[in-house]
């Protein structure tokens, strides 16, 4: 199975800061056919998770602006350029390239 | 709007058995490949079982592959979880996910089985 470690477990952010979190799979999620299967999630307390990003860098519907991802191969970010005081939660990071999906410890960020 | 309601939850003992369901509206139900995974109490997410639109191909993590079933019925869009021969370990919130290639896009709230 494919192994996610995120980095930091935790984070304490000011608001309008910005805030980075990384993730790094034990292998490489790019496929055949040139797609690269990296999500993140946040979990906002007491929630159930919701997708921020996906493909890397694909921003879900509706999702801010501020949420930004990046990375290749192994090793990928996410970025909030101004944390809200509504982005509270955890966030992680998940495997899609295949079964079983993965994902990281989670990243607890708190203002 | 896309909604995913899980229910069926609840105590059980060791060894004991509890069927969970995920009713699902505001999409096309059966087009669509759905997954259960799990959040232990304080822990993070794992994977449990994914089936396809249609029910024929069903796939599941080793820890539970004979003992858990997942089933669909697209008239009632409705996916289930059987789960067998529970164990202690099997206590967590078990969530309906809607697969979107290489990602879950919709999450439901969760349904919450404790086996003690």
């Known amino acids: 199975d494919i192994v996610m470690t995120q980095t930091p477990l935790s984070l304490s952010v000011t608001p309008g800061q910005a805030a980075s979190i990384s993730c790094k799979s034990s292998?490489?999620?790019?496929?055949?056919?040139?797609?690269?299967?990296l999500s993140w999630f946040l979990q906002k307390p007491g929630q159930s998770p919701q997708l921020l990003i996906h493909?890397?860098?694909r921003r879900f519907s509706g999702v801010p602006a501020r949420f930004s991802g990046s990375g290749s191969g192994t090793d990928f970010t996410l970025e909030i350029s101004r944390v809200e005081a509504e982005d509270v939660g955890v966030y992680h990071c998940?495997?899609?390239?295949?079964?079983?999906?993965?994902f990281g410890q989670g990243t607890k960020v708190e203002i | 709007e896309v909604q995913l309601v899980e229910s069926g939850g609840g105590l059980v003992q060791p060894g004991g058995s509890l069927r969970v369901s995920c009713a699902a509206s505001?999409?096309?139900?059966?087009?669509?490949?759905m997954h259960w995974v799990r959040q232990r109490p304080g822990e993070g997410f794992f994977w449990v079982s994914r089936?396809?639109?249609?029910?024929?191909?069903?796939d599941y993590a080793d820890s539970v592959a004979g003992r858990f079933t997942v089933s669909r019925d697209n008239g009632m869009s409705t996916m289930y979880l059987q789960m067998n021969s529970l164990r202690v370990d099997d206590t967590a919130t078990y969530y309906c996910?809607?697969?979107?290639?290489?990602?879950?896009?919709?999450w439901g709230k969760g349904t919450l089985v404790t086996v003690s």
């Open positions: 998940m495997s899609g390239l295949s079964l079983p999906w993965t």
């Open positions: 505001g999409f096309t139900f059966s087009t669509s490949w």
């Open positions: 493909e890397v860098s």
């Open positions: 292998q490489s999620l790019l496929n055949s056919v040139g797609k690269t299967y």
């Open positions: 996910v809607r697969d979107q290639t290489g990602t879950g896009d919709y």
């Open positions: 089936i396809s639109d249609d029910g024929n191909r069903k």
